[in-house]
């Protein structure tokens, strides 16, 4: 199976599946992008001869006079984005620290096969009259139902989930990987890694004198540990059962083996 990468900053996902026994036996990493010049990922990529796109999304908006916040005008990013990646015919995208939302035509061209990994729980809901609704047990159908009666979404979604969780009383984290779509942070999910759990007695210490700072260093101090823990052993666990054809996604709900996974997707051990 062949896999390529795009990335904004340290690529840690792209480096634990690179440097992953499966790399040459189960997938390949063809090729890497970047939309940030800068970013800390390229470095590794040349070391490892790993041909390295760097397209800089800033300035390719800049010298068409297009908005770079506008999603529309992102089309044209990703348009240029899939000629330039078109001859490493990749079978699947993995999304590592990639801090843009991916668009059309993107989208299209590689449905249910761009993988994102996110560093919070994406099967605990909320909405107008739900705090908290943990759904993760329960069949995607039914999660479907409920957050159409209920408007709900992702609880925890965006750059901050894992402070986020920890501050809302959440007893552990974890890594989920999942399919990208247009809806942010809200494709099906296919694997969620173990748990790396809080001090929750020391969060209510520091909630209760109203002292931020110091969870605000704790929850990144967290989320880097996740990055080698829980997001690189959740993608390659993910690479692995797409290369071995064993994951199928059909109208929201992913199939390992022929059999529907819950809404949690398939669990990696603690």
Same mark, same amino acid.
């Given at each position: 199976?062949?896999?390529?990468?795009?990335?904004?900053?340290?690529?840690?996902s792209?480096k634990?599946?690179?440097?992953?026994e499966?790399?040459?036996?189960?997938?390949? +990493?063809?090729?890497a992008?970047?939309?940030?010049?800068?970013?800390? !990922?390229?470095?590794?990529?040349? @070391? #490892?001869?790993?041909? =390295?796109?760097?397209?800089?999304?800033k300035?390719?908006?800049?010298?068409?006079?297009?908005?770079?916040?506008?999603?529309?005008?992102?089309?044209?990013?990703?348009?240029?984005?899939?000629?330039?990646?078109?001859?490493?015919?990749?079978?699947?995208?993995?999304?590592s620290?990639?801090?843009?939302?991916?668009?059309?035509?993107?989208?299209?061209?590689?449905?249910?096969?761009?993988?994102?990994?996110?560093?919070?729980?994406?099967? +605990?809901?909320?909405?107008?009259?739900?705090?908290r609704?943990?759904? !993760?047990?329960?069949?995607?159908? @039914? #999660?479907e139902?409920? =957050?159409?009666?209920?408007?709900?979404?992702?609880?925890?979604?965006?750059?901050?989930?894992?402070?986020?969780?920890?501050?809302?009383?959440?007893?552990?984290?974890?890594?989920?990987?999942?399919?990208?779509?247009?809806?942010?942070?809200?494709?099906?999910?296919?694997?969620?890694?173990?748990?790396?759990?809080?001090?929750?007695?020391w969060?209510?210490?520091?909630?209760k004198?109203?002292?931020f700072?110091?969870?605000?260093?704790k929850?990144?101090?967290?989320?880097?540990?996740?990055?080698?823990?829980?997001?690189?052993?959740a993608?390659?666990?993910?690479?692995?059962?797409?290369?071995?054809?064993r994951?199928?996604?059909?109208?929201?709900?992913?199939?390992?083996?022929?059999?529907?996974?819950?809404?949690?997707?398939?669990?990696?051990?603690?």
């Amino acid at each position: 199976m062949r896999v390529g990468f795009f990335f904004s900053g340290g690529a840690s996902s792209l480096k634990a599946a690179y440097q992953s026994e499966l790399h040459g036996e189960k997938y390949h +990493i063809v090729f890497a992008l970047t939309d940030k010049p800068q970013a800390s !990922g390229i470095k590794f990529c040349q @070391e #490892v001869g790993l041909p =390295v796109i760097v397209l800089d999304y800033k300035k390719f908006c800049q010298e068409r006079n297009l908005n770079y916040r506008n999603l529309k005008d992102r089309f044209f990013y990703f348009e240029e984005v899939l000629e330039r990646i078109a001859d490493f015919k990749a079978d699947i995208i993995g999304l590592s620290g990639f801090m843009l939302i991916v668009t059309e035509p993107l989208l299209s061209v590689y449905k249910n096969r761009i993988f994102n990994i996110h560093p919070f729980r994406l099967d +605990i809901l909320s909405g107008p009259q739900v705090e908290r609704l943990d759904v !993760g047990n329960l069949m995607p159908e @039914e #999660v479907e139902k409920l =957050v159409k009666m209920n408007k709900l979404q992702r609880k925890y979604k965006g750059e901050d989930a894992v402070y986020d969780g920890m501050i809302s009383g959440e007893p552990y984290a974890q890594s989920t990987l999942h399919i990208a779509t247009a809806l942010f942070d809200e494709g099906p999910i296919i694997v969620m890694s173990k748990k790396i759990y809080f001090d929750q007695q020391w969060v209510k210490r520091c909630l209760k004198m109203r002292n931020f700072r110091p969870l605000r260093t704790k929850a990144d101090a967290i989320q880097e540990q996740m990055k080698w823990e829980c997001d690189g052993p959740a993608f390659i666990k993910g690479l692995e059962l797409a290369a071995e054809g064993r994951i199928v996604v059909k109208n929201g709900t992913v199939f390992l083996d022929g059999t529907p996974l819950p809404y949690k997707g398939f669990q990696l051990e603690d």
